[in-house]
C-alpha cells in the first residue's frame, strides 16, 4: 500500500532502497504510521528514534501524502509532536533535497540547521 508513496519520496534524494526501509521496521529501528481519513488511505510517515549529541532526537525518515493541504501537514506535525513528547526527544529532524519541503518545515515551525551534500564517487 505504501509503495507507491516511497518511489515518489525516494526520487528527492537520500540514497536508501525499499528494502532498507523494510529491514528497519522490522529489526524495530524504525516505525510506519499510516494515516487514513474515515476508512481512505491517504499517507505515512516512518520515524526512527534516536540519540544525539543533545538527547533523544525523533527523525522522520519518509513522509507521504497525496493530500498536500495545510490542515493535514498540521495533523501529522501534530501527532509527531506528540510521539516526540512521548520519548522525551529534544528535537524532531528530516532531511530533504526538495526546496518545496524546506518551506513546509518552515511553515510547521522546522528551521534549516544543516545542509547535507552527497557526490558518488
Do not use: C
Amino acid at each position: 500500500m505504501v509503495k507507491p508513496g516511497l518511489e515518489k519520496v525516494k526520487k528527492h534524494g537520500g540514497g536508501w532502497l525499499n528494502e532498507d526501509i523494510y529491514a528497519s521496521i522490522k529489526a524495530g529501528q524504525s516505525n510506519l504510521h499510516v494515516f487514513y481519513d474515515d476508512a481512505t488511505y491517504v499517507g505515512f510517515v516512518l520515524i526512527t528514534p534516536s540519540v544525539g549529541f543533545g538527547g533523544n532526537v525523533l527523525h522522520v525518515w519518509a513522509m507521504y501524502s497525496d493530500d498536500q493541504n495545510q490542515q493535514y501537514h498540521d495533523e501529522v506535525n501534530n501527532q509527531l509532536t506528540q510521539w516526540a513528547e512521548s520519548m522525551k526527544a529534544k528535537t524532531i529532524t528530516f532531511h530533504t533535497s526538495r526546496k518545496g519541503w524546506g518551506k513546509v518545515g518552515e511553515k510547521l515551525g522546522f528551521k534549516a540547521v544543516m545542509t547535507i551534500y552527497e557526490r558518488t564517487v
